[in-house]
T-cell receptor, first 115, second 111 residues
Framework: NAGVTQTPKFQVLKTGQSMTLQCAQD?????MSWYRQDPGMGLRLIHY???????DQGEVPNGYNVSRSTTEDFPLRLLSAAPSQTSVYFC??????????????FGPGTRLTVL | DQQVKQNSPSLSVQEGRISILNCDYT??????FLWYKKYPAEGPTFLIS?????DKNEDGRFTVFLNKSAKHLSLHIVPSQPGDSAVYFC??????????FGSGTKLNVKP
């Protein structure tokens, strides 16, 4: 199993550009989520999904879109990049056990810089 | 406002001694707590968890204690090893399954 994979590892954008961060998992996990990590802030939840076709907002959803058309993939779209979105982005997945989430498996992260 | 707080950004401990990492939370609805370990340029990896129906959970050298009345949890590592040097995050979730993370504590275990 590859676990949770993220592409790209690094990305530099100009303000106003759009892009999609890719996330895939091969563990057949129902629950997937996106976090951003900023210095002194820990990880903050952007969006999450409990299954294909179902997504919901986390703590910091503004400026980001997600969709979940398959169990395996959960892409994160930046609509119009802003310098405040400079961060490290982590995707995570977990199985749902009895309707609750188990421990999460994280991808290696995408380091995004917006100029 | 952060619902999960780790007030110590860093901790330095001698090899073989105990490391105690602390975490406080404000939301009384949280019923599941986790600790993650993170090395530079890698994603966090799960370490240990505890449900709110327990006050202690052990896994080898790692023990998590939960004090619900104080809304406080701690991670004890005994004995500490240089390979334990990393950033440790605590996280909490409630029924609706959103996870809230603390800002992390950087542990340095000196040989």
């Amino acid at each position: 199993n590859a676990g949770v994979t993220q592409t790209p590892k690094f990305q530099v954008l100009k303000t106003g550009q759009s892009m999609t961060l890719q996330c895939a998992q091969d563990m057949n996990h129902e629950y997937m989520s996106w976090y951003r990590q900023d210095p002194g802030m820990g990880l903050r939840l952007i969006h999450y999904s409990v299954g294909a076709g179902i997504t919901d907002q986390g703590e910091v959803p503004n400026g980001y879109n997600v969709s979940r058309s398959t169990t395996e993939d959960f892409p994160l779209r930046l609509l119009s990049a802003a310098p405040s979105q400079t961060s490290v982005y982590f995707c995570a997945s977990t199985r749902l056990a009895g309707g609750r989430t188990d421990t999460q498996y994280f991808g290696p992260g995408t380091r995004l810089t917006v100029l | 406002d952060q619902q999960v707080k780790q007030n110590s950004p860093s901790l330095s401990v001698q090899e073989g001694r105990i490391s105690i990492l602390n975490c406080d939370y404000t939301n009384s609805m949280f019923d599941y707590f986790l600790w993650y370990k993170k090395y530079p340029a890698e994603g966090p990896t799960f370490l240990i968890s505890i449900s709110s129906i327990k006050d202690k959970n052990e896994d080898g050298r790692f023990t998590v204690f939960l004090n619900k009345s104080a809304k406080h949890l701690s991670l004890h590592i005994v004995p500490s090893q240089p390979g334990d040097s990393a950033v440790y995050f605590c996280a909490a979730s409630a029924y609706f399954n959103k996870f809230y993370f603390g800002s992390g504590t950087k542990l340095n275990v000196k040989p």
